[in-house]
Every structure is written in C-alpha cells, then in structure tokens.
C-alpha cells in the first residue's frame, strides 16, 4: 500500500516538473496561433478592439450574440479562459456587476481594464452612445494594445486614427442631421440604454424600462407612454432590435404609432455578429431610425 502511494505521488510530482518545463511554451488553448488574447465583456469593447487590432491580437467575447448583457451569467468555463488571457476588458461596474465580480478572479497573469470606471456618471452607464466617448474608449483600447502587442504598434496607431477620424464624423452628421427635426420626443420601448445619446443630441427621451433590462417595467408606466403618444401626437416609437417586438406593437395597434429599431450596441444580433457590424455603422443605423422617426430634414 506504502509502495502503491509512493509510485502515485512520484507520478504527480514528475507530471507537475514536465508541466512547469513545457508551460511557458504551451499554446493558448483559446487561440490557434501565438498571438495575444483579450477577452471582452460584450460588443462595444469587442468591435472596437477588433477594429484597432485587426488580426494581431484574438478578441472573444463572453456574451455570446443575442445574450443578455446587464444580468449576464458567465458559465464557470469563462473564469478558465480569463486565466488563459493576456486581458480581460470590460465597461464598467455599473453596467456588468458580473464583469465586475469576474475581474476579481482572473489572476495576475491576466489585465483588467474597466474602460469606462472613471467616466463621469450620467445616470446612465452606456456612455459609448456618445461617439466622443466611444473614442475616449478606443483611444484606452490603443494604449493597451501597445503593451500587450507592442510589435504592432505602428499597425495599431494607424487604425485607431482612422477610427478616431471616422468617431469624429459620425459625432458631427448627429449634431447637423438631428438639428432640425419636426418631433425631439423619443419614447423608447425598451430599457434606459440611450440617455447619454438624448442628452448629447438635445433629444427628449422617455424609457420604458431602467438601465438594466430586468429594470422595472410596470403596467402603469405603459399606459403614461401610451397616453403621452396620444396626446402629443407622436407619430414614431423605438424598440430595440433584440427585444421581443411584442410589446411595442401592442403600443403601435393602440396608439397608432410606427416602430423602428434602435440598437444598444452592448448586445448583438447573431447576424450582425456574423457580418462584423461595426460601432460606427450601428450608430449610423441609429441616427437613421431617429431621422425617419423624428421627421429630420437634413
Ligand atoms: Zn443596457
């Protein structure tokens, strides 16, 4: 028996030396090549670090497309794959409690970067629905490329000045194709995602729901939407493309009122997933909703 446990333990011990001596060497198991690997919260990080890093770096994300992302819950397998990665970047506390609670056990080999923690708070933590924000994020996303990825530093300045430029433009076509508008009443059916965007744009918005999708949502605060369609004749409600339409076409039948999509950009459609859709043409899908909606004249 002394002889049996012996042999176990010489077999442990040699398994951890050969271990120890090859593990520097070992390939991410998350990667098929030898680059670096940052995982994202969801796709706001996600896209825009895919846009600066191109093939440099492998970007994952936890949220699979379609997900939930305030009251997301990573499968134990996540915790595995932040220990695998150079990084793990997510938005803030405020908008992922459970990003927030994962960084606290991702280990020392892994980087935590909350791209958003010191932004000031608005009341609504989806700050990248300013684009000046969301170059603010990108412009941490370089910085940390640059360590994580310094070889491809000069690759990696290039994107993101093309991004910042491309940030820039979409920020001006809000302000000059938002300024004159017959309507600036948003009713969004749909959780609180787009009070940043409302207020950079001087637009009035109305949600349904909090910040969070679970965020309360009550029969009583429906019928105040459905009489403040009424009364001030709005002509256009917004939902959110991966919401269930149900409820913002049973306030169309009652009000009258034409829906179009708006899109947080946190969660993602498994097509648009598919296509690589980008922040900036996300956006730009939003400011042609609110034009329509709200009768712009360009
Ligand atoms: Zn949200």
């Given at each position: 028996m002394r002889k049996h446990l012996f042999s176990i333990l010489f077999l442990v011990a040699a398994g951890a030396i050969w271990w120890a001596s090859i593990s520097s060497t070992v390939r991410n198991p998350y990667a098929d090549n030898d680059n670096p690997v940052i995982v994202t919260s969801g796709y706001v990080p996600y896209t825009l670090l895919k846009e600066l890093a191109g093939d440099s770096v492998n970007v994952l994300m936890?949220?699979?497309?379609?997900a939930e992302p305030h009251a997301f819950e990573p499968t134990p397998g996540a915790l595995v794959m932040l220990q695998h990665a150079d990084a793990f970047v997510y938005v803030s506390d405020e908008l992922e409690p459970w990003a927030a609670d994962l960084a606290k056990s991702v280990g020392q080999k892994t980087r935590v970067l909350a791209l958003a923690q010191s932004f000031p708070k608005t009341g609504d933590p989806h700050v990248w629905m300013d684009p000046q924000q969301a170059e603010l994020m990108a412009y941490e996303l370089s910085e940390l490329l640059a360590d994580i990825a310094p070889q491809h530093r000069s690759v990696t300045d290039k994107n993101y000045s093309k991004l910042a430029d491309e940030l820039d433009q979409l920020d001006k076509d809000f302000q000059t194709q938002l300024?004159?508008?017959?309507?600036?009443?948003v009713v969004h059916i749909g959780h609180l995602a787009f009070g940043n965007l409302a207020q950079k744009y001087n637009l009035q918005l109305t949600a349904l729901a909090g910040t969070s999708h679970n965020g309360e949502h009550s029969a009583k605060k429906l019928a105040a939407l459905v009489k403040q369609i009424k009364q001030n004749n709005i002509h256009t409600i917004f939902t959110e493309d991966?919401?269930?339409?149900r409820l913002a076409q049973a306030v169309a039948q009652e009000t009258g009122a034409q829906i179009l999509p708006l899109y947080p950009i946190e969660h993602i459609s498994k097509d648009d997933f598919n296509n690589n859709v980008t922040y900036a043409e996300l956006m730009r899908r939003n400011l042609e909703s609110l034009k329509r909606g709200l009768q712009c004249q360009a």
């Open positions: 936890l949220l699979p497309p379609g300024a004159n508008c017959q309507s600036r009443e991966t919401l269930s339409p």
